[in-house]
């Protein structure tokens, strides 16, 4: 069953997502060569926590850090380590918060200092993406038009959507139904509501959509090694279309 949330719910969770927001621009300002993805964990979490939250995936089934910070062909859930960030590296942040009894994430590709035209153009298309998903975000629409319309966009750049790996609802727990695949049929799926929230998360690769995990259990990586990039926020459906919950 997909929940619909009041909009004193949805206020709540626009203030969740504003924190995430928040945090992944302190984090946009930190990601620089030479910094470690441990660092960028430490500030995070000492952000969030000043602002009276949790971060939301720290001890989640187990995860050790309050971000994921993944680079290059990590593809997802990358864990914040002692590496540090060289220029020309890709690195994909994923936020999330708990704050009054709900949850918001999002997550976003950056570049440290120059990359190649081919990462930059990853990076752009897979921006571009999620903004063509959540165009579709409207009650009425069918949930898998979102999808479609970040794999149409994603292919015709000559790109891929990563398949194991799809966005969700989200409200009082972090991950909610439905899942919301990065691909599929439009006009398919369950017709969207007005007070549905949605976590959409586009992860492209530069080469195929295969991935496959690391030996740390965690750490998801493109099968080919090539690039990848993820960026997501968490939208709500209003009468009158989709509102980004986690914006500054
Ligand atoms: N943002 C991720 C998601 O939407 C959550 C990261 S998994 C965690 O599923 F284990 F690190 F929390
Ligand atoms: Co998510």
């Known amino acids: 069953m997909i929940i619909v949330k009041s909009s004193q719910e949805i206020e709540l969770m626009r203030q969740a997502g504003h924190i995430v927001a928040k945090t992944l621009r302190e984090l946009a300002r930190a990601v620089k060569p030479g910094i470690t993805t441990i660092q960028l964990d430490t500030l995070a979490r000492r952000y969030i926590e000043k602002l009276q939250a949790r971060p939301a995936f720290l001890g989640y089934q187990g995860y050790p850090a309050s971000i994921c910070a993944s680079l290059n062909d990590e593809v997802v859930h990358g864990i914040p380590s002692l590496r540090r960030l060289k220029t020309g590296d890709i690195i994909s942040i994923d936020v999330g918060v708990f704050y009054k009894g709900y949850y918001g994430d999002a997550a976003a590709t950056f570049a ?135 914006s500054c």
């Open 112 to 246: 440290v200092g120059e990359v190649s035209p081919l990462a930059a153009r990853l990076l752009e298309v897979t921006r571009e993406s999620l903004y063509k998903g959540i165009e579709k975000a409207f009650p009425g629409n069918h949930l898998y038009d979102i999808s479609a319309a970040i794999q149409a966009y994603a292919e015709s750049q000559g790109f891929s959507v990563v398949r194991n790996y799809v966005g969700h609802g989200i409200g009082s727990e972090m991950h909610e139904e439905p899942q919301v695949p990065n691909f599929g049929l439009p006009g398919k799926g369950p017709v969207l509501e007005a007070g549905m929230v949605l976590a959409i998360e586009p992860m492209v690769n530069a080469g195929t959509w295969e991935v496959e995990t690391l030996g740390d259990n965690w750490t998801v990586v493109t099968r080919d090694r090539s690039l990848s990039a993820h960026f997501e926020h968490t939208v709500a459906i209003l009468q009158d279309g989709p509102k980004i919950l986690t």
